[in-house]
């Protein structure tokens, strides 16, 4: 358990439907991530946030997907109109700003959805 | 675009054996790679990183080489034991870009420890 928490860890939609997941990170950390993985393949970049601010977006984040972070704390991540494609695992990490050349990010359990 | 690959899908191996999972990365600017494990239905677990003015470093079991200059890396494993029966990720990272924050991942190797 690294302490970045991700809820729920299982989500079955109806294609159409909007999901919201939620991420907390590990408390002192102020870089929180969203990746995407779909099966056998690695974790893709999807977003990541700096206290509140959203610093960078990848192109696989359509006008669909949005990503919020509020307090600087926890982050959600929600897809409108979602797609049988949008189905995989979205995993969040965490970390402070990298230093001294060190970027480990603490990643969560995941949240596995299924759009039907 | 460049991305980071693994020469090999699948690793099968005697238990104690040592292993050796590789990987090549094409982007000669990145500046830091991470060894992720990642067991069915969790999130990627960091196992050991290495700066680019490094070409190895050592943990407990296990060892990182870096050779830069045909962009290759791999995670050596002494005693594989079947806990580490997991998919293997390297992922890159150039931190001297502003946007140096994502990191880059190639698709795993499946890492199967017989007994």
């Known amino acids: 358990d690294t302490g970045v928490s991700q809820d729920p860890r299982h989500k079955i939609t109806k294609r159409g439907q909007n999901v919201t997941f939620r991420c907390d990170p590990i408390s002192e950390h102020n870089r929180l991530y969203w990746y995407r993985q779909t099966l056998g393949q690695g974790p893709e970049f999807l977003t990541y946030?700096?206290?509140?601010?959203?610093?960078?977006k990848s192109r696989l984040l359509s006008d669909r997907f949005s990503a919020e972070r509020p307090k600087g704390s926890f982050s959600t991540l929600e897809i409108q109109r979602t797609e049988q494609g949008d189905s995989a695992m979205y995993l969040c990490?965490?970390?402070?700003?990298?230093?001294?050349?060190?970027?480990?990010?603490?990643f969560g359990p995941g949240t596995r959805l299924t759009v039907l | 675009g460049e991305s980071v690959g693994l020469h090999l899908p699948t690793l099968s191996v005697q238990e104690g054996d040592n292993s050796i999972i590789n990987c090549a990365y094409s982007n000669s600017a990145s500046d830091y790679f991470i060894w992720y494990k990642q067991e069915s239905g969790k999130g990627p677990q960091f196992i050991i990183d290495?700066?680019?003015?490094?070409d190895k470093r050592q943990g407990q079991r296990v060892t990182v080489l870096l050779n830069k200059t045909v962009k290759h890396l791999s995670l050596q494993i002494a005693a594989t034991q079947p806990g580490d029966s997991a998919v293997y990720f390297c992922a890159e990272n150039i931190l001297k870009e502003t946007s140096g924050s994502r990191l880059t991942f190639g698709e795993g190797t499946q890492l199967t420890v017989n007994p």
């Open positions: 946030f700096q206290n509140e601010a959203q610093l960078e």
């Open positions: 290495i700066r680019s003015n490094m």
């Open positions: 990490a965490s970390n402070p700003t990298p230093i001294d050349l060190v970027n480990e990010q603490f």
